[in-house]
């Protein structure tokens, strides 16, 4: 009895604590915002309202179902502080290093959420393409905002939305006009250089393609050395009609970092979006996907690869929600975990009653390396509408001692064999990226950490 | 309370001679009868006081009424579950009256002894106790209500030492047997049903096998729930000492009623070492009129431990009745090489709600485990299936299959899929699929276009979408889930 007593005070203990840090993160921003004018009233509305939703809402446990696998303990202990001036440091030579070798993109960077004039280049954009900082765009023209910024992830009941809502500074905005083509993929580096305090960012990031857009982005969450901070950080993505958009994501952070991302994606009739992303880094990893369509036909895939290692928690949300008749979706997810990794997936495909001819599938394999490594995973299908097809599939294994003995047996060694099957495994997932130099990369990354992990 | 059996022949028959399946939906059930007899009910309401007469009533030992007190006083302080995809107007738990007993002179040792009205019951849902004994060797515990007033072949068992006889009777008789096992599988505070069966239960059917015995017949229990208001909490326990094999089938229908009547059932299995049970369930309880109003809410825990090595626990269900239900059947798979299965076909419609699937707890190495899950949804049915598959850290080498499809029948229908897998093992292989899509045109043409009519020719995609679970149903119950399953889809379907 005394031990449940004592757990249940620990608990509310902890949900003070933590009620207190998301105040203190929300109520600095909402300071911020009301000082920088009257033209963004209705930014301010929006980042009261958020700010009140912060404070309305139950602080997570082990019991609300979205977060069920991962604790907020360790997030919570480390008392992150919000980033608040701006690192003009760097210069183009220090970012070298985090470059991926022959990509020809445009390139924009973030230094910890803020937009980097000095250490972004864009090259020359095509005709009816903006690449900027919001925060800039906040103050020089808020009308084109309005209504998209926000809009998209809505009033949703995530708890690290509202809050990156509340406090919000800067980030990326890409606004591609109807019609508008970008050939050359954009590069956004969304790079974190620690501080002494730990800190965490909150960069609101939007890109909306106008009718018939077409773009490719390859977004890259880097760090620069081991730093411990947090991100979190929200991606609204709008879709017109018949538009086109590749989204490559590859989040690489230190080893320490704390990642929060929620991606709000919004798709009109016909449009068409392939993202990809892939998981390596960070400590402990958090990403909401949502999806909504407000067109018919529409199709969206979503692919990924994510490998946890010692210390790691990654963890992919799935939300997709049909409301419409006629549209597709994918999912297709693949893990591999070693060390002490742990992986958590949750993927749901919503069919409303009028989404007739729903095509839906979700598969999410993992392979598990080593003893100590967990996976969790619950694909679900929530289906009111009769003429569909929905399925998903798991599957949890590990490398076939045949396949193994095969390659052992053309002299080639247990560890390079592993990777090798590891590396074919993965494959699939690293093809869909787009440009050579970004495939290459991955494969290299990818490879480099399977050669790390203390396999057994 | 009038006895109404013409009218469910004046439906049947319409049935017949119509022979449009938009009139049969309105056939209504079949079973809905209520059979008059003088019953010994307590009033409605719970408190310790009800607990205490219940226990009385059953002249149980002190040890079991304070078990039952022990979890009544755990259930106050237990929530109602609300996270299954089921909705209902909350249940007034003072409003039902806990106990509810066919008055009865002394024990009846033969059917002779049975009340007549009883027997005629079971001859009208078609299940009459002397043919039970000539069919196939099976012996029929039959449950009315609350009380066991037959049993069949009980003499046979007892040359073979099989212990097959209702809970109260094995409390008297068989105590430190069921000490010893009552209530380990599903303790009192698993759930808030759990605790409140374990506090109320009136009775229920106790196996016991010896070692190295194969029970020489299938044992059987009928169910059915009866006297108005009688929330209805059986107890079923089923021990398979080492090296034995049980299988065990359960049926049950329902008079029709306009309130709802709640049913919240516990049913314990323990496999041990190389012991093998096999439980089939064929449930057709009355699932509420058009608009849902009346039907059995069906709230049961059951679960299964393979508690010794090599064991295997089975579970086979066909679920076509009940507005609702909540029912998990589980496996822990305790001993090393056990292994656990579950293979279900739930259909959902008119306004039925179910929430139903399975839990695999793989602890031992080296156990396996496999789910069959088919789901049919039509009308305005919901569904959902809801599994675990947790593979432990010392679990070495499990294994675990599973599939779960459904088939949607009708716009206004849904279906669910909430798998949760949890693997801590790295040497564990498992799998899971799951579809959802309705019986395509190309299949429905393809059958039209060789001369079936429309309901033929689902009956005979529904059934072969059913067909790897009625395969693992013992043989009189597969013909029988067959017939009702084409009954209960009668109407559904255009």
């Known amino acids: 009895m005394s031990a449940a007593a004592n757990s249940s005070r620990q608990q509310t203990e902890a949900a003070e604590a933590f009620a207190g840090w998301l105040q203190g993160l929300s109520g600095g921003a909402a300071v911020d915002a009301t000082s920088s004018g009257t033209a963004q009233d209705w930014l301010a509305a929006e980042r ?38 701006s690192l003009t440091a760097l210069t183009p030579d220090d970012i070298e290093e985090i470059l991926v070798p022959g990509l020809d993109a445009h390139r924009a960077v973030l230094v910890n959420g803020r937009y980097s004039e000095a250490l972004s280049d864009l090259g020359t954009l095509p005709r ?87 773009a490719q982005v390859i977004e890259r969450y880097v760090s620069l050395g081991d730093a411990l901070y947090c991100t ?26 704390f990642h929060i991302t929620g991606l709000y994606l919004s798709q009109d009739a016909n449009s068409h979006y392939a993202g990809v992303n892939i998981g390596l880094g960070g400590t402990w990893a958090r990403t909401d996907l949502v999806t909504r369509f407000s067109g018919e036909h529409a199709e969206c895939d979503l692919q990924g690869l994510y490998l946890a290692g010692d210390k790691q928690l990654i963890d992919y949300h799935m939300d997709v929600r049909h409301g419409l008749p006629n549209c597709s979706s994918r999912e297709r997810f693949k893990g591999i975990l070693y060390g002490k990794g742990r992986a958590v997936f949750d993927g749901l495909v919503y069919v409303a009653r009028d989404a007739q001819k729903t095509d839906a599938a979700m598969s999410n394999r993992n392979l598990i390396l080593s003893a100590n490594a967990e996976v969790d995973t619950k694909p679900q299908l929530e289906i009111y509408a009769d ?46 990226l787009g440009p050579e130099a970004l495939r290459d990369y991955v494969t290299e990354q990818v490879g480099e950490r399977l050669e790390r992990a203390p396999l057994d | 309370m009038s006895a109404i059996p013409a009218e469910a022949i004046t439906a049947e028959s319409k049935a017949d001679t119509v022979g449009q399946y938009d009139d049969l939906v309105n056939a209504g059930y079949e079973h809905g009868f209520v059979t008059e007899i003088e019953s010994d009910t307590l009033p409605p309401g719970l408190d310790e006081g009800v607990v205490r007469a219940i226990s009385a009533r059953k002249g149980e030992p002190e040890w079991m009424t304070e078990w039952r007190l022990a979890a009544y006083r755990k259930w106050l302080d237990m929530p109602t579950p609300t996270w299954a995809a089921v909705h209902y107007p909350p249940i007034d738990y003072q409003a039902i009256s806990y106990f509810s007993a066919p008055k009865k002179k002394e024990g009846p040792k033969s059917l002779d002894e049975v009340d007549p009205i009883l027997l005629e019951t079971y001859q009208k849902l078609g299940i009459p ?60 505070t698993d759930n808030f049903y759990t605790g409140l069966n ?21 044992l059987s229990t009928y169910f059915r729930i009866n006297t108005a208001n009688t929330g209805q909490f059986e107890r079923t326990l089923i021990v398979a000492d080492e090296g034995s094999y049980v299988s065990y089938l359960e049926g049950c229908t329902a008079p029709q009623r306009d309130e709802n009547q709640l049913h919240a059932a516990v049913v314990e299995l323990i496999a041990l070492d190389d012991a093998e049970i096999k439980y089939s369930t064929v449930q057709n309880w009355y ?47 305790r001993g090393d090489d056990s292994v656990g299965e579950f293979y279900s076909v739930a259909v959902t419609k008119g306004r039925q709600q179910a929430d139903t699937g399975t839990k695999m707890i793989h602890l031992g190495k080296n156990t396996s485990s496999t789910i069959v899950s088919k789901g049919i949804s039509a009308q305005h049915g919901q569904q959902a299936y809801r599994g675990l598959v947790r593979i432990a850290a010392r679990a070495e080498g499990a294994r675990n299959h599973t599939q779960c499809d459904s088939l949607l029948i009708g716009d206004k229908s849904s279906a669910h899929t909430f798998p949760y897998i949890e693997v801590k093992n790295s040497s564990a292989k498992m799998e899971h699929e799951a579809t959802t899509s309705k019986i ?9 276009s060789r001369g079936l009519s429309e309901e033929d020719a689902v009956s005979m995609i529904v059934n072969g979408f059913c067909k790897e679970v009625f395969n693992e149903l013992p043989m009189e119950f597969a013909v029988e889930a067959q017939k009702l399953l084409s009954i209960s889809l009668e109407g559904a379907v255009g």
């Open chain 2, 129 to 188: 106790i002397e043919e039970q004994k000539a069919l196939a060797g099976i012996a029929v515990d039959a449950v009315f209500d609350s009380v066991s007033v037959a049993t069949t072949f009980r003499e046979k068992l007892h040359e073979a030492g099989v212990i097959f006889c209702s809970i109260s009777e094995a409390v008297q008789e068989y105590p430190e047997l069921v000490q010893k096992y009552l209530g380990t599988v599903v303790p009192p």
């Open chain 2, 440 to 448: 395509s045109d190309d299949q429905l043409f393809y059958c039209r």
């Open chain 1, 48 to 85: 009261q309202q958020a700010a009140e939703r912060v404070r309305a809402q139950a602080v997570p446990t082990g019991k609300s179902e979205s977060w069920r696998y991962t604790g907020l303990r360790s997030l919570i202990d480390q008392g992150f502080v919000q980033v608040d001036e």
């Open chain 1, 387 to 432: 003429d569909v097809k929905c399925s998903h599939g798991t599957t949890v294994g590990q490398i076939e001692p045949e396949m193994l003995f095969y390659l052992r047996s053309r002299g080639i060694s247990a560890s390079l064999a592993r990777r090798m099957l590891c590396l074919g495994f993965a494959g699939e997932i690293i093809e869909a």
């Open chain 1, 128 to 214: 009816g393409v903006r690449v900027g900082s919001l925060q800039r765009m906040i103050e020089s023209d808020p009308d084109a905002l309005q209504g998209v910024l926000t809009r998209i992830a809505g009033e949703g009941s995530h708890l690290f939305a509202s809050l990156n809502t509340a406090a919000m500074q800067d980030g990326l905005v890409l606004l591609l006009e109807r019609g508008a083509l970008l050939e050359r993929p954009i590069e956004v580096i969304h790079l974190s250089v620690g501080m002494e305090e730990p800190r965490v960012a909150q960069p609101r990031h939007l890109i909306s393609l106008g009718d018939g857009a077409q």
């Open chain 1, 232 to 257: 979190n950080s929200v991606l609204e993505l709008s879709l017109g009609r018949d538009a086109l958009l590749k989204h490559a994501r590859v989040q690489q952070e230190s080893p320490n970092a």
């Open chain 2, 198 to 218: 374990s506090a109320v239960f009136t009775d229920g059917t106790f196996v016991y096998v010896p070692k190295n015995t194969r029970c020489p017949m299938e």
């Open chain 2, 287 to 333: 699932p509420g009129d058009e608009d849902g109003k009346g039907g059995i809410y069906n709230f049961v825990t059951k679960r299964g431990d393979c508690r010794g090595h090599r064991s295997k626990i089975s579970w086979t269900q066909v679920e076509t009745g009940s507005a609702i239900t909540w029912k998990y059947p589980s496996c822990i798979l």
